[in-house]
């Protein structure tokens, strides 16, 4: 892990704005809160909010102008670093000559006119729907909406097997109230009815239905003529408000087109200052000066040192190592062959600042561990040549996009050499396609998972043996470091002794190892059961509680068992990989007799086929040796709580910043 300083820095208020831009672009510093619950700064405070309001800004604008814009560079291009390389001072000089208030005001009222055309519509279609089944009233929707002074309309529902009752019902009404029916099929669930009645009737009416099951529809107030005049109204303004609605979105896109570019450039500068200036607020002031105080590598100090002293005379910064009782941040800082599995380290949890980087002791398992459960040449090279494409393509890679992927190389090399030893080639390609190379494949196995499984789980079982006690050692170690003599023997050596014990006995008497080795590890198991016996109950006050524990503690060997065989997975999964591949060939192979164009579908299923297998079976060889890792290698040893090195850098999400 990397040394870290303290800095404390303290500056001329008039420099600030400098100081910050200086420590944002060097991009190691991590500010340090204000020791005291205080204010921000003024004029940091107006600045803060005046940045804030930009990004507010520009945040809307990105979120409602990107479903309208063509972006020419995809995201993936983005991510693997094709962005534009511009200064802060010339995104300053384009964020000057924005408006972005403006452009936002124009974007909303566009977005309300079109929500507005949208509902609209929305309606215009329910009206459209409504009219479409109402082809059987005889008069105009007048006599429904409006009535006349003497009769009402009413338009409604009723299940099929109320209708009856609700004729009955208003027999009682005859001379009062007309019912017309809509022409509908004994079978229907419910009928649409209009019921005209006598205004004076109206309440006993009315009563009547609702006691019968009559459901009433809501009829437009705007509704005048009959059911075809509306419904020719209705299309007329539906085509209005639709040809309303694409100009409004066309002036969307112009809007989209016009602006999106210098948005995104604007989004990283406003997200820059706005880090800055929070970054600032969090330093103490007095009438003239500011004190800001910041974590830095030890081996980028002296650059910092010298950029802010070179901005005033009235600069000062002195470094300081950690105090006892401070935890500063974690930087894992290895080598070029261990710097892409930090990322795994990262994803559980970070070490804290004096304790244990696991990286380097899980890379060579992650490693080996990815490469059985892919377990094929084939995958391999198409993972190698994808990788040598993007890092041809692409030159501007940032730095932990090209970890993340160089991880997979080394993932691919692993695979690649267990693909060899193990004959995998795209499943069984060679066998099925190429016999002529069958000699040389089979010249170069040493294991067989497909013939001999047997072999494979012993030798994945050996690995877990090997991967647990491993971890076993470094949690000895950190307790020998720490002083902790009496745990280390007793909570970690003694299960060393027993399991690797147990194993050398088994495998001795098995005859896989030497007679002498069952001896050794009787002798080994039989030591290590005492010390696990009376490490647990020494803390115990009489004899039977110390017994109790102690063959309780015991009892905890099976959950090793279990730690141990969940390394059958490396068995299970380059198994699986490689059955895939099997059926993918005899698809291919299948097809390959149908005439004619037997060699066209064969060519399709066996890419496309590989192409889904590598996807999946890359997903699982990334996963399970993960959990591996995270499970039961790290519940050995680690337990991280370190809190993540974060420095002040520049956002870089649309452009990349230059000096």
């Not at 079109?114 to 105009?140: C, D, M, T, V």
Request: hydrophobic fraction near 45%; glycine fraction near 8%.
């Amino acid at each position: 892990m990397a040394k870290l300083k303290k800095a404390e820095l303290y500056y001329h208020k008039s420099v600030h704005e400098e100081i910050a831009e200086a420590l944002q672009e060097t991009g190691v510093c991590q500010i340090i809160g204000s020791s005291e619950e205080a204010l921000r700064p003024a004029d940091v405070e107006a600045r803060l909010t005046e940045s804030e309001g930009r990004l507010s800004d520009v945040r809307y604008l990105m979120r409602t102008l990107t479903p309208y814009y063509d972006d020419p560079v995809s995201s993936l291009d983005r991510t693997l670093g094709e962005r534009a390389l511009i200064s802060m001072s010339d995104l300053s000089k384009l964020a000057g000559e924005t408006d972005l208030g403006a452009v936002a005001s124009r974007v909303r009222d566009l977005e309300h006119e079109i929500a507005e055309a949208r509902l609209k519509l929305s309606q215009l279609r329910a009206n459209k729907a409504l009219l479409a089944g109402l082809e059987f009233l005889p008069y105009p929707l007048s006599s429904i909406t409006e009535g006349t002074q003497r009769l009402a309309g009413l338009l409604g529902t009723v299940k099929t097997e109320q209708l009856k009752a609700l004729q009955g019902a208003l027999e009682a009404f005859s001379k009062d109230t007309e019912l017309i029916l809509e022409p509908h099929d004994a079978k229907a669930a419910e009928v649409r009815v209009l019921l005209y009645y006598s205004r004076d009737k109206g309440a006993a009416v009315l009563d009547a239905c609702t006691k019968n099951g009559l459901s009433a529809i809501e009829v437009p107030a705007s509704f005048r003529g009959t059911v075809q005049e509306e419904a020719v109204k209705a299309d007329a303004a539906l085509l209005d408000l639709e040809k309303r609605e694409a100009a409004l979105l066309s002036d969307l896109k112009q809007e989209a087109e016009r602006w999106m570019p210098a948005v995104q450039k604007l989004s990283d500068y406003w997200n820059s200052l706005t880090q800055r200036y929070q970054a600032l607020g969090r330093s103490d002031e007095t009438e003239r000066t500011m004190h800001t105080r910041f974590w830095v590598p030890a081996k980028d100090a002296a650059r910092v040192q010298k950029k802010v002293e070179a901005i005033s005379p009235n600069v000062a910064l002195t470094l300081s190592d950690p105090a006892e009782d401070e935890e500063p941040p974690t930087l894992l800082e290895n080598g070029s062959l261990i710097r892409p599995f930090n990322i795994l380290t990262e994803l559980y949890s970070p070490p804290k600042y004096r304790g244990i980087d696991p990286t380097p002791l899980l890379a060579p398992f992650f490693f080996l561990f990815f490469g059985m459960c892919l377990g094929d040449a084939g995958y391999a090279i198409v993972m190698l040549g994808t990788i040598w494409w993007a890092f041809k393509k692409y030159r501007r890679i940032p730095m932990g996009v090209k970890d993340f992927i160089t991880l997979f190389a080394f993932s691919a090399v692993s695979t690649f050499a267990y693909g060899v030893v193990s004959g995998s080639f795209f499943g069984n390609f060679i066998d099925s396609f190429l016999p002529f190379l069958v000699p040389l494949k089979n010249a170069l196995m040493l294991v067989d998972p497909m013939t001999n499984p047997m072999q494979v789980l012993g030798i994945s079982l050996l690995l877990g043996v090997v991967h647990l006690m491993f971890g076993l050692l470094i949690a000895a170690y950190d307790n020998f470091r720490q002083g902790n003599l009496v745990d280390a023997i007793g909570a970690d050596i003694s299960w060393f002794l027993l399991i690797v014990g147990l194993s050398f006995l088994g495998t001795g008497m098995g005859g896989i190892l030497p007679p002498h080795f069952a001896l050794l590890g009787k002798i080994m198991a039989i030591t290590g059961a005492v010390i696990v016996f009376w490490y647990a109950g020494r803390e115990k006050t009489n004899i039977f509680g110390k017994v109790i524990s102690g063959f309780l503690a015991l009892y905890g060997s099976t959950s090793y068992l279990g730690d141990i065989l969940s390394y059958s997975r490396l068995l299970a999964l380059g198994f699986g990989s490689a059955v895939i591949g099997m059926i993918i060939n005899l698809l291919g192979g299948m097809a390959a007799e149908i005439p004619y164009i037997g060699w066209l579908i064969a060519v399709v299923v066996i890419v496309g086929g590989h192409i889904f297998s590598i996807l999946i079976n890359i997903l699982g060889a990334f996963v399970h040796p993960l959990r591996l890792q995270y499970v039961e290698f790290f519940g050995k040893f680690y337990t991280g709580g370190g809190e993540p090195f974060t420095p002040l850098v520049n956002t870089e999400e649309y452009v990349e910043i230059a000096d």
